[in-house]
């Protein structure tokens, strides 16, 4: 099943417009419950940052997570890196048509090769260690690019299901996922090596999770898979679905999961 062509598909209709991309990050936030626990986290660790807090989005990709920070705090200054230079350039322009280049900035760059000593008071990171075969590396310069009680968030799929991976005979969801998720004593064990010693780490997309990713993610893009005809269809799907799913995040995100598919990490220098 291919994943990659689809969202590429998508990121280039609703980059045409500044108002078609900011309908789509507001789309994205209501329907992937990985922005619900993302936010979460962040608003939680936002009550006891600076006001003036320099804050790492570490793989910015589409910049969905920047434009969210940049609207709900407005004296934090963002940096966005990441690998992938056509989503840097196409992040400053957008960033800089919305007014905010005053205080959001976009590089292109390797987290491997990441060097800013004692720059940042948070790091966000969502959906991007899964894809970085040298983790401990990265883990180390977010340690060293952390300022003294900086704050590290980490969104990642765990090794109990992650990247729709259930058995060996399975296929990542993702092409590009180098590994297919975490354990907790896996991604604790290797951020304490990076010199992190206060770390807490939650299972997310438990039972209620899993299907409304499956309502949300999986099966349309199974259907975009066949046809691209199906995105007509879209807009009818969802109507029928969307308060489906609204109800199972609203479940997930207030619950505690023994188990899930999904690991929301919060660790402090």
């Known amino acids: 099943m291919r994943y990659e062509p689809i969202k590429r598909s998508l990121g280039r209709f609703f980059r045409k417009s500044p108002a078609l991309r900011k309908l789509l990050y507001f789309l994205l936030d209501l329907l992937l419950l990985r922005s619900w626990h993302v936010r979460k986290a962040i608003r939680k660790k936002g009550l006891v940052l600076p006001g003036n807090a320099y804050v790492l989005d570490a793989g910015s990709g589409f910049g969905q997570y920047t434009w969210w920070m940049s609207c709900r705090y407005r004296d934090w200054r963002i940096k966005g890196v990441d690998i992938n230079n056509d989503d840097i350039s196409d992040c400053i322009d957008f960033f800089r048509k919305s007014g905010r280049s005053d205080r959001v900035i976009f590089e292109q760059g390797d987290l491997t090769g990441l060097n800013d000593s004692g720059s940042y008071d948070l790091i966000l990171t969502v959906d991007v260690m899964e894809h970085i075969r040298d983790d401990e ?5 977010f340690f060293q690019s952390l300022k003294n009680k900086g704050v ?16 060996e005979k399975d296929e990542s969801f ?4 180098v590994r297919d998720g975490y354990g907790k004593e896996e991604i604790t064990g290797k951020l304490a090596k990076a010199g992190f010693t206060r770390t ?7 039972k209620a999770g899993r299907i409304s990713w499956i309502l949300s993610m999986k099966y349309p893009v199974k259907m975009l898979n066949i046809s691209y005809l199906f995105f007509i269809l879209l807009p009818f799907y969802y109507v029928v679905f969307f308060p489906v799913t609204l109800l199972l995040n609203l479940i997930d995100l207030n619950i505690f999961h023994k188990t899930g598919t999904g690991l929301l990490v919060i660790a402090e220098k």
Do not use: A
């Open 174 to 177: 993702i092409d590009e996922h």
């Open 200 to 206: 807490e780490v939650y299972y997310t997309y438990g």
């Open 137 to 141: 590396k990265v883990f180390l310069n």
């Open 152 to 167: 590290i968030i980490i969104s990642t799929p765990s090794d109990q299901g992650g990247s729709d991976v259930h058995s």
